[in-house]
DNA sequence: TTATCCTGTTAGACAAAGTCTAGAAAACAA
DNA sequence: TTGTTTTCTAGACTTTGTCTAACAGGATAA
């Protein structure tokens, strides 16, 4: 997936238009699974790529990844948001002392017994998050 | 838990000084199990009660009674942080329309099979949070 | 071709949460 | 009381994120 022409099939695949910036962000982002913050994406687009990308933009792109499926959005830290481009289902520790998020897969955690939800309300994502601090 | 003699006896078994801020502050949290944040308190202090209490007064207190266990954070909207005066073992709803936390008891979810913590950590906290929406 | 339209990008102003600083006020100890 | 420490405070400051209004550039119509 690091391929560019493979990055403009699956943004088209979401109905996300390829245009410059979204496939500099989307070639970052889907590099591999990782967690980044806007603010990281935005250095590396401008540091590490040939075109560029400005801040309100970065947070346009990364708005219309994760409505569109293409990223989640991990707030776990108060201070800043994070974008998984992992989408599919697991759960994160997050190390409050160093600000690390690092995945935790699926299978390691067995969650039987959900609770139902409210009248009127319908599910949109479960979250675990594990805590940690170093010992 | 809305005596004030009782709020003071709380804050010093916790080994925190009550000064009048600290248990004006404790006084609206300990009320009863609500999550709150810091603008609301802050507004609800100055508002409601015969003394006052600055800004930074309200996040250092806040940042204490967090530090000693008296409040638990919750961490589910990049916005803001909610101070849950519930410490003890529950999960969350968070409504992403309405921004509405609502508890879930401890005994509607079961996790079995938790994951091995990373080398040299120890746990700080398990978090399940269910996002809802309205349907 | 040229005008018009539409979508996306941009700089920078702005908003809001939270932190920090330096001095004033309380609380405390002797 | 006097000296010492803790707490409180206003307001400047920082950081993350949003908004606005102008602009760019491709598509389309005439
Ligand atoms: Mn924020
Ligand atoms: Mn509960
Ligand atoms: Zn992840
Ligand atoms: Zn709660």
Redesign the interface.
Known sequence: MSNRDDIVSKLKASGVTPTTQRVEIAQILFARPQHLSAEQILKMVNQESSSTASKATIYNTLGLFAKKGLVK?V????S??FYDSNVSKHFH?Y??DSGEL?D??AD????????N??Q????????????????
């Open positions: 959005e707030i776990v830290d108060p800043k948001v520790f190390n409050i690092t935790i897969p390691a955690i067995h969650i039987d017994k959900l609770p939800l409210p009127g309300t319908e599910s949109s994502g479960l979250e675990v998050i594990v805590r940690i601090k170093n010992s």
